[in-house]
Structure formats: C-alpha cells, structure tokens
C-alpha cells in the first residue's frame, strides 16, 4: 500500500463490489494480493469456502469458511485517513459462532490483534484480557455514515460519554475495544468481512457483543446480505447501559 493510500490514484473507481460498495483502486490492489495468497494456500493442499467484501463468495474446494476484507475502512484508505486493517477470519461453517481463528492487521501502524477459539487474545504477540468492570463510558466510538439522521438514536450515550469517536475501521474499532482503548463501539450494520474476526478477538479477551436488540450474534450466517448491527463492549455493565439506552431510543 506504500505509495498508494491517501493518492489520487487510490480513488479511482473501478466498479462495485460484492458487499456493494463502490470498488476503487486501492480496495483491488488489496484484493488481488489477498486473493493470490489464498489461491496459493488452496494450490497447498487446502480446502475452503471464501466469502470477501470485493470478490464475493468463491469456492476453493469448499469445507471450512474464509471471511476476509482486504481493506477495512477503504475510505479512509483512499482519502489518507491513517486507520485502516485487513481482516481475516476462519470459520468451521457460515456462522458467526463458528469462528476459530481471526486476525486483524493495522495496514498503517502493523499492530497485529489475532485470536483462536477458547485459546485467547493477542495484539503484537501480549496477550490482551480486559478486566476492569465499571460502566464508566470512557470512549464511545460510532461506526455510521449518516450519523445526523440518527443523532437522537445515540444522544443519550453521547452525553454519558467522557470522548466520543468516528473512525471509521469497524474492525479496528471492534479490537480497540478488546484491548480496553475504547469502552463501547456501536454500528447500525455490519458485513461479516467487517466484523467477525474482530468480534473473537473481543470475545476472547473478556469483552462482549450482541445486536442492538441485545440478540446474540453467533448463529447468524455470515452472507454479505445480512447485515446486523453491533454493539461490542469492554464488559457487561456497558453492553447493558448502552442496550437499555439504544432501547429507550425514538
């Protein structure tokens, strides 16, 4: 990505991807190398389904599920915003609670947050496990493109907030969580590709997540179309203030 990001070539729009966005160079450059790698670990001897945020879904042999977004937050990317991951994710079937193993890489900073199932969480290799339990909303971080439609949805959060962020890398923001930087990240929809490696990296360090109806994530099926909203926190007593808030919303 060196000499890429933030450039006026990295804008350009190439089409629309299979999550349905607008697909613009950097989200390419991005997947193509992504997908070589893949084709590669297939060519290797192994077996997977691939559901990616350009790409779509293909089979490599099918079995197991690989989740990927070469570029999580590609606006930023392409604008020179310095937040933005790859996110990859290993799935025993298309469920989110099938998730084993994910990893989320900072493409700016190199930070690099992995998880594996009922084994823990890691960013650069520490182990991450949070273990403060006050609802104290330190950060508050939302994850929308129209956020003026919705001002009345979060007001109540917001003033109960000591800080509030846009950052615009779900996935990032999911893993900042689990490592105690932000208290409570919310997002009306997200992508699979978005968030479910994120959300075993959250899940393993002690944090947790449901939708915003406080329903439990892990047996949606991790189609591009389903799109469910996420309300990932340090601890239960935030996911609890943040759900009775969200609830109590017009």
């Not at 192994?46 to 879904?57: K, Q």
């Not at 919705?150 to 490592?179: F, P, T, W």
């Not at 109806?213 to 949606?220: F, M, R, S, V, W």
Request: with cysteine; aromatic share 4%.
């Amino acid at each position: 990505m060196v000499g890429v990001w933030g450039r006026s070539k990295a804008r350009v729009l190439e089409g629309r991807g299979a999550g349905g966005d607008g697909t613009v160079y950097i989200d390419s450059l991005a997947e193509e190398v992504v997908l070589k790698h893949l084709a590669e670990a297939h060519q290797h001897g192994r077996s997977f389904s691939l559901i990616s945020e350009e790409a779509g879904e293909r089979a490599y042999g099918g079995g197991e599920t690989i989740v990927v977004d070469p570029i999580d937050g590609s606006h930023n990317a392409k604008m020179g915003i310095p937040f933005f991951s790859l996110t990859l994710a290993a799935a025993r079937d298309r469920t989110y609670g099938s998730v084993y193993e994910g990893c989320v890489r900072n493409l700016v900073t190199g930070h690099h947050f992995e998880a594996q199932r009922g084994m823990g969480a890691w960013l650069n290799g520490e182990v991450l496990r949070l273990s403060e339990q006050s609802d104290t909303l330190n950060v508050l971080q939302i994850e929308t493109t129209d956020l003026g439609r919705h001002l009345e949805d979060y007001a109540e959060l917001v003033m109960r907030a000591q800080k509030v962020r846009i950052l615009g890398s779900a996935a990032l923001n999911i893993c900042l969580v689990a490592s105690g930087a932000i208290s409570l990240s919310i997002a009306p929809a997200l992508r699979s590709v978005d968030c479910a490696a994120a959300l075993l990296i959250l899940a393993e360090a002690g944090g947790v997540a449901t939708d915003m109806g406080g329903e439990e994530l892990g047996g949606l099926d991790m189609a591009l179309a389903v799109r469910p909203s996420v309300v990932a926190a340090a601890n239960q007593a935030l996911l609890t203030t943040a759900l009775s808030s969200l609830r109590r919303s017009p």
